[in-house]
């Protein structure tokens, strides 16, 4: 067996944030782990070798689907946490959002260590939502660019507090962070966004401890007759399949193939697939409603510059004249959105959208047992997205948008939301009841002794901010319980 050895503590499957994150802590544990990841290392598109960073369209038309880090090698590395009140029961325009089976207090130390282990720049300074810290972030904020701080000035001259974006970047003294334009949305070539890779994967294999198997599939996870443990996982690379045993076994392939995966691995004493036995699998698929505004700056285009450095978190609760919390508005990156619409209208986007501040409204869109996937034999047949808040989102729209002309902006163009969810959550879900999630409160499978989920079909619910820094925190907490879990004896790999 050339490709992978055997007597692992523990085998994650899939190396984004919560797969690379939950190695980490591991590792620090003295815990051996192997990682498998089914794509392989990004490197930079030849085409485009002189630059610092390539956009994710250039992978996805390269038909690279996956990658080591997941999906954070493009993300904008905002890495908030949850507010207070996400974890408890709320109200919104399509019913109940889900408690949480645990409470802020209860990860706030986790995310403390997630600030640390990413690098995190921030500030509560402008953030009424901003909920309690044991400390305070270890950096301080990225600060605004002269062009950026002008928009912000003319914000608070409306008395509404401006807060700034938590970044995890490598900024600073010998930072290799340059603050450019192509950082939202790009892979970054000098490995200055603190991405599931930089951060936590390769201080993860330094320790010796983990080992990373790429270009490799899981199959199936395997289980003991009674379906009570875990006993390893099937693992395909090319034609040559190969079985490893393990004393935990951890699903964190995302928020569409963990529980495909699990799907899979059905067998006697779990027929309709693992952590599936009351139909929670694959269900409560949730997310965020956004859409976009353009608050127009002028017929001179914008310079590149770093411009993801600020939100407004004041309408994270309800207002006034609408009886549900709204959500953010968020300032994105320079993002070329004109290669993702319609060909006609694409000049017309990318002619508004070089000339504006272009913002992120966000409001929180619920899961239900209605939304969610269709499996059929070995996919995902179909998928139903959970209702977006569409009311929520305008009422979000409409204050932005008034925001903006009080601020001087005369015009902002304004984008109905999208129909598909962003930042999606929820396939297998933790919670109380087995009928209604696939994990506890540890995330392990319900009914289960050592099998886990980690990665955002973890997270019942997603707020109205971005999500990621939420699974990190997840994972370093299981990392800590998987590690207090006396080991079985080791199984050498038939």
Sequence with gaps: MSWVKSGYDVVIIGSGPGGSTLAQGLARRDCNVLVVEQGEYLKPDPARSEQQTTFIADYQRRGIRYNVGGESKFYGAALYRLRENDFSARQTEHGESTAWPLSYADLEPYYDEGERLYSVHGSPEGDPSEPPRSRPFPHGPIEHEPFIADVVKRLQGCGVPVGYIPKGVDRGPNGRCVLCSTCDGYF???????????????????????????????????????????????????????????????????????????????????????????????????????????????????????????????????????????????????????????????????????????????????????????????QIARVHNPRPSRETYRKLR?????????????????????????????????????????????????????????????????????????????????AETIARVQRRPRVEVA
């Design 398 to 478: 409409k204050t932005a948008v008034s925001l903006f002309h009080k601020a001087g902006f005369r015009w902002v163009h304004a984008s109905e939301h999208f129909d598909a969810p962003w930042h999606t959550v929820g396939t297998a879900r933790m919670g109380v009841d087995p009928a209604s999630s696939v994990l506890d409160a540890d995330c392990r499978v319900h009914g289960m002794d050592n099998l886990y989920v980690l990665d955002a079909s973890s997270l019942p619910t997603a707020g109205a901010v971005n999500t990621t820094l939420t699974i990190i925190a997840l994972s370093l907490r299981a």
């Design 188 to 378: 970054c070539h000098r490995d200055a966004k603190m991405d599931a890779e930089v951060a936590a994967l390769r201080p993860a294999l330094k320790t010796g401890r983990v080992d990373l198997c790429t270009g490799t599939d899981c199959l199936k996870v395997l289980t003991t007759p009674d379906g009570r443990r875990a006993t390893g996982v099937l693992l395909r690379r090319g034609s040559e399949e190969v079985t490893v045993h393990a004393d935990v076994v951890v699903v964190s392939a995302g928020v569409r193939e963990s529980p495909l995966l699990l799907w899979r691995s059905r067998n006697d004493a779990h027929p309709k697939g693992i952590g599936n036995a009351r139909g929670a699998l694959g269900r409560y698929l949730a997310g965020h409603t956004s859409g976009f505004i353009f608050p127009f700056l002028g017929l001179r285009p914008i310079p590149e510059l770093h411009q993801k450095t600020f939100a407004i978190n004041a309408f994270y609760g309800a207002a006034e004249d609408w009886p549900y919390p709204l959500g953010v508005i968020q300032a994105t990156g320079q993002i070329p959105i004109w290669q993702h619409v319609h060909p006609l209208t694409a000049p017309f986007v990318k002619f508004v959208a070089r000339r504006s501040l272009v913002c992120l409204l966000m409001t929180e869109a619920v899961g239900t047992a209605e939304s969610g996937f269709d499996f059929n034999e070995e």
